[in-house]
């Protein structure tokens, strides 16, 4: 089975930085894909960023010029980057990769558990 934790999550104030990562481990034959999305309080859970093997990333124009998301594949882990935080990035943050567990597979998509991240003065 595949398994994502998620660690860097917490408290900081506005204009303050936090780096998220997220870890893949299990039964992993290639990832096409890993991501970011969160959920504020009272809010739908949105898409943050998004990279594919290769690199290309994608962002929500909410955090783009903010927030840099990057892998390692060799770790099969994705980071976010996040700089100039304002309070109303503060939400849960949740990883997803788009993992194939073999090559007689198809992809299939994970999470993590979440982390908090709280922007306040």
């Known amino acids: 089975q595949v398994q994502l934790v998620e660690s860097g999550g917490g408290l900081v104030q506005p204009g303050g930085s936090l780096r998220l990562s997220c870890a893949a481990s299990g039964s992993i034959f290639s990832i096409a894909a890993m991501a970011w999305y969160r959920q504020g309080p009272g809010k739908q859970r949105e898409l943050v960023a998004t990279?594919?093997?290769?690199?290309?990333?994608n962002y929500a124009d909410s955090v783009k010029g903010r927030f840099t998301v990057s892998r390692d594949g060799a770790k099969n882990t994705v980071y976010l980057q996040m700089n100039s935080l304002k309070p109303e990035d503060t939400a849960v943050y949740y990883c997803n990769a788009r993992i194939q567990s073999s090559p007689t597979m198809w992809y299939s998509d994970y999470w993590g558990q979440g982390t908090q991240v709280t922007v306040s003065s």
């Open positions: 990279i594919t093997s290769g690199g290309s990333a």
